[in-house]
């Protein structure tokens, strides 16, 4: 990890100055895939654990900024709300992994190129995500979802207006790292009470 990056533990508080926005001519950000030795690998947002999740999301969240700003994206390709949204975290986390390896010091000089032609590709797909998921500037509501026959009716969709984008990301990940946290424990428990579920070692 780097200075930029705060090491967190999960479900502490998140350092809030994480979220300053950058300055346009900044260098990108170095996040956690690029700070490792080995060369980049896809992040499953499924697998992650609590403490990892953590560090994805800060991570993620700060390059999405640092994009938005470098290239002027409109809230129709990356929308204030995108991370609660997994069709557009995934996109995005990829469209993250594909940057990293294109600027990687041992890539080759054409990979940014590459990179730019996916990327205009990639922002068509983002302006779809967004239309279908109602996502707006000001505002936001869960994706809809089409229900198949048999299932339970869907929850109705509406709009919830939210003020402070940066505040509300923060809350979203600590809940999202408590959830992922409880489940790890639940798991732990359930294969073995004698584990720890804080550490995965077995107790004394």
């Known amino acids: 990890m780097t200075d930029e990056t705060p090491d967190t533990h999960p479900g ?20 956690s895939a690029a700070d490792v030795s080995e060369p980049p690998h896809p ?3 499924n ?9 994805e999301w800060l991570a993620l969240n700060q390059w999405v900024d640092w994009l938005r700003h470098t290239y002027g994206l409109p809230a129709s390709v990356i929308p204030p709300f995108w991370h609660h949204h997994p069709e557009l975290v995934w996109e995005l986390s990829a469209l993250h992994l594909h940057w990293l390896c294109a600027y990687d ?9 590459g990179w730019h032609r996916d990327f205009a590709e990639t922002r068509n797909r ?6 279908a998921s109602g996502t707006r500037l000001d505002r936001d509501r869960p994706t809809r979802q089409t229900v198949w026959p048999g299932e339970d009716p869907a929850t ?9 984008r940066d505040m509300e990301f923060v809350e979203w990940v600590q809940a999202d790292v408590r959830r992922r946290q409880q489940a790890e ?6 294969i073995d009470p004698d584990v720890d579920p804080e550490t995965g070692e077995v107790r004394d």
């Open 126 to 131: 983002l302006r779809d995500w967004v239309a």
């Open 47 to 55: 697998l992650l654990t609590a403490h990892e999740l953590e560090q």
């Open 185 to 190: 424990e639940e798991f732990y428990t359930h």
């Open 43 to 45: 992040v499953n947002w």
């Open 156 to 164: 109705p969709v509406e709009d919830i207006v939210l003020a402070d």
């Open 105 to 113: 010091a041992e890539q080759n000089g054409s990979a940014p190129s």
């Open 12 to 31: 502490a508080g998140i350092d809030e100055s994480v979220l300053d926005e950058p300055d346009v001519f900044d260098n990108p950000p170095r996040t």
